[in-house]
Structure formats: structure tokens, C-alpha cells
């Protein structure tokens, strides 16, 4: 997967409502930063997933 933003390789996803994109370390939340990888978060309508 690539970064939505850059094309860099992405190190996880993110979703908020109703946006959503596939991220690098760059351009990463901090929620998605927080994570280890293969770890996932759901909160309402916010998902985060890190790699």
C-alpha cells in the first residue's frame, strides 16, 4: 500500500467517518502512531490500523 498523500509505503490506515486513507510515517494520526503493528483501534466512527 502507498500513502494517499505522498506515495511513500504506508505504515497504516485511517478512517474518520466518513475519510478515510491509507498513510505513511509522515502523514500518519497520532492515533495510528500509538499503535504496535498488526494493532487496531474503533472508536465510533474513527477506525485506526497500523501495519
Known amino acids: 500500500m502507498k500513502c494517499e498523500y505522498c506515495e511513500k509505503d504506508a505504515i497504516g490506515y ?3 467517518g ?3 486513507a491509507y498513510v505513511c510515517l509522515d502523514h500518519a494520526d497520532n492515533f495510528v502512531l500509538a499503535l504496535k503493528p498488526r494493532e487496531k483501534l474503533a472508536s465510533g ?3 485506526f490500523e497500523r501495519y
Open 14 to 16: 485511517q478512517g474518520f
Open 18 to 20: 466518513c475519510c478515510s
Open 45 to 47: 466512527e474513527c477506525y
